[in-house]
Nanobody, 122 residues
Framework: QVQLVESGGGLVQPGGSLRLSCAAS????????MGWYRQAPGKQRDLVADISSSGSTNYAAYVKGRFTISRDNAKNTVYLQMNSLKSEDTAVYYC????????????????WGQGTQVTVSS
C-alpha cells in the first residue's frame, strides 16, 4: 500500500507565499509522475503542476511564473512553492502520484493524498 501525506497549507494574505510538501511512503518501487491538483468549492479538480521522475515539469497556465514544482526522488517527495498568491488560488490542494509501482513486476497505480487547505485572504 502507498500513502501520500501533504503538509504546508494554511492561511496567507494576497501576495504572500506558501510551500506545500507531499511525501509518499509504503511499498514503493518507482513513481513516474508526482504533482498537485486543486479543487475550489463548487468547482472541479484541476491540475496545478506535475513533474516526472526525470524532472520534466508541466504547469497550468494560471500558475506559470508564480508556482514552482520540484521533487526529491530519493525521498519520494514533491514540493510546490507558491508565490504571489491570489484569492482565486484558494482551494484544497491534492497531491498525487501517477505510474506508481510497488515492485518491478507490479502494474502501475495512481494514488492521492487527503488534501490540504490553502486560503488566500486579507
Amino acid at each position: 500500500q502507498v500513502q501520500l501525506v501533504e503538509s504546508g497549507g494554511g492561511l496567507v494574505q494576497p501576495g504572500g507565499s506558501l510551500r506545500l510538501s507531499c511525501a509518499a511512503s509504503g511499498s514503493i518501487f518507482s513513481i513516474n509522475v508526482m504533482g498537485w491538483y486543486r479543487q475550489a468549492p463548487g468547482k472541479q479538480r484541476d491540475l496545478v503542476a506535475d513533474i516526472s521522475s526525470s524532472g520534466s515539469t508541466n504547469y497550468a497556465a494560471y500558475v506559470k511564473g508564480r508556482f514552482t514544482i520540484s521533487r526529491d526522488n530519493a525521498k519520494n517527495t514533491v514540493y510546490l512553492q507558491m508565490n504571489s498568491l491570489k484569492s482565486e488560488d484558494t482551494a484544497v490542494y491534492y497531491c498525487y502520484g501517477g505510474g506508481v509501482r510497488t515492485s518491478s513486476r507490479s502494474s502501475y497505480g495512481r494514488y492521492w493524498g487527503q488534501g490540504t487547505q490553502v486560503t488566500v485572504s486579507s
